[in-house]
């Protein structure tokens, strides 16, 4: 450089290299791509699962079994809930033009983060009314003809693998949460 802003800079560290701009904006573009692939997944799945437990729902209420009718109700409507928090809370960030895109990439992966952190409060709680209410249900009426001994014993395997895999969609998103806090902690030892 022939006149440097900062040659103090320049004399102190000649061989440093700066991160291209252009890289921050490949990394921030393709964090959101992930998330608006993520979250069009995650809307389609509840529109999926809306349609057949209200389709369910519907069904039990036409038999006359309107506490199962209730319970499937209460899935579709926590669904929407999920459907909701996930828009209000995951969704992409929107880009300020006057935004440095490291600062922008931090806000995102901050958000993220606190979304991801949080999935069993706005993610798998809004589901357990209906959930709950399907289990307790399904035993109370299996209970009538085998007893509540048969009916608990009948529905443990099927309550496990539910609970199993809420367990799980809270653990998978606790790993990713603190890979983005890795993430977020190496951007601030920059600054």
């Not at 600062?103 to 809004?126: D, F, K, M, N, S």
């Not at 001994?149 to 809420?166: K, M």
Request: hydrophobic fraction near 50%.
């Amino acid at each position: 450089m022939s006149n440097p802003p900062i040659p103090g800079w320049c004399d102190a560290a000649p061989d440093a290299a700066f991160s291209d701009p252009i890289d921050c904006s490949k990394r921030a573009d393709s964090f959101e791509r992930r998330i608006r692939i993520r979250n069009i997944t995650e809307y389609g799945a509840g529109a999926l699962v809306g349609a057949i437990f209200g389709a369910l729902a519907v069904k039990f209420f036409v038999e006359g079994e309107n506490l199962m009718a209730l319970t499937m109700a209460l899935v579709v409507v926590g669904t929407a809930i999920v459907m909701w928090n996930l828009n209000k809370r995951a969704s992409n960030l929107v880009r300020h033009p006057e935004e440095p895109c490291l600062a922008y990439l931090t806000r995102q992966y901050r958000r993220q983060y606190e979304a991801l952190r949080a999935v069993p409060l706005w993610y798998i709680a809004p589901l357990l009314p209906g959930v709950i209410g399907f289990y307790f249900v399904v035993i109370a009426k299996v209970a009538e003809r085998t007893g509540w001994v048969g009916a608990l014993e009948g529905l443990a395997g099927p309550a496990a693998v539910t609970f199993g895999v809420f367990g799980a969609v809270a653990l998978a998103n606790m790993w990713a949460a603190r890979t983005l806090k890795r993430k977020l902690l190496s951007m601030e030892a920059l600054a």
